[in-house]
């Protein structure tokens, strides 16, 4: 069949679903990254398909759903409004105009891969596999180490000030823009906007409110939703730019050590850096639809 798309909540929402309407199938659920939302999606480059034209290649045995978390400041990490927002209207629309059967996997890349393993993680009887493509995790590595970069860019183009940057904001000019976008919802996501370094780059006690919130932390305190999990698929480019590599071998020992199974467990480091992963996206998918067959 070909996608379905619905406006739920105000937002887009875009659903695949099996042609025989006969059978119950688990449902997979794609949170994109930040700076993104669902229709960007179909985006299509030259010679090169979307997502959601390999979807329709794969016919994967699986619902698939994607859904919507833009924010003014391009995301939220997955958490607060948008976690009761997937949670509470998605999750319940689907089920009532889909043949699903109950089993539901979450699938996303960097926030959207955070997104995915903290929603499994609490709320395990919503969601039962995971596919994190180089998420969020290991925050005094990988989201500390753009901290220089970004009081630097304060400094030099506005005087210190976060709100002279967004005063003056028209899209994004430069990688320093998308950083200061980018720490803004995280700041936005994990506390009250205040951003967790000085105006020479130094970590401020704020920066723990966001270590609470990371993956690799908080493994601990669900050992039983990790150990409900039927897999998690987790990979990222071994020359991640964000170090995010380095996060996701962290977060494989974090969740083995809050006891999922070696054998729920599938890991990989590729060749490669933050962006280029969206080949991996089928593998995961075909892989959640296996994990989740009812049995």
């Keep these: 069949m070909s996608w379905e798309a619905h406006e739920l909540g105000g937002r887009p929402l875009f659903v695949w679903a099996p042609s025989d309407r006969e059978r119950a199938y688990p449902t997979v659920y794609v949170l994109h990254a930040h700076m993104r939302s669902a229709r960007w ?3 299509v480059d030259p010679f090169v398909p979307s997502y959601p034209e390999l979807i329709d290649g794969l016919a994967p045995e699986a619902v698939v759903v994607l859904v919507d978390g833009w924010t003014d400041v391009g995301g939220g990490q997955w958490i607060g409004e948008l976690a ?5 209207e998605v999750v319940p629309f689907v089920d009532d105009a889909y043949p699903t059967n109950g089993l539901r996997g979450l699938q996303g890349k960097s926030s959207g891969g955070y997104g995915a393993l903290v929603n499994a993680m609490e709320r395990p009887d919503l969601f039962h596999a995971v596919a994190a493509h180089a998420p969020d995790a290991l925050f005094e590595v990988t989201l500390a180490h753009g901290f220089p970069a970004a009081a630097r860019e304060l400094r030099d183009r506005f005087d210190g000030s976060l ?5 003056s904001f028209a899209g994004l000019q430069s990688h320093g823009d998308a950083l200061l976008v980018e ?3 995280t700041a936005r996501a994990f506390g009250d906007g205040t951003l967790p370094f000085d105006s020479e780059g130094r970590v ?3 920066f723990e409110r966001w270590i609470e919130h990371d993956p690799v932390r908080r493994a601990a305190d669900f050992e039983e939703a990790v150990q409900s999990w039927r897999g998690v698929w987790l990979d990222a480019g071994s020359r991640d730019e964000y170090f995010l590599d380095l996060g996701a ?3 494989r020992d974090a969740l083995l050590a809050a006891g999922l199974p070696q054998d729920r467990m599938q890991f990989e480091l590729v060749d490669g850096g933050h962006g280029g992963m969206s080949h991996r996206y089928p593998l995961s998918l075909v892989w959640l639809a296996e994990r989740l067959q009812a049995r």
Excluded: H, M
């Design 249 to 251: 071998s962290a977060l």
């Design 84 to 88: 009761s927002y997937l949670r509470d």
């Design 41 to 43: 999606w179909f985006n």
């Design 183 to 185: 720490l803004t919802a």
């Design 163 to 167: 709100d002279a940057f967004w005063a």
């Design 204 to 206: 401020l006690p704020v």
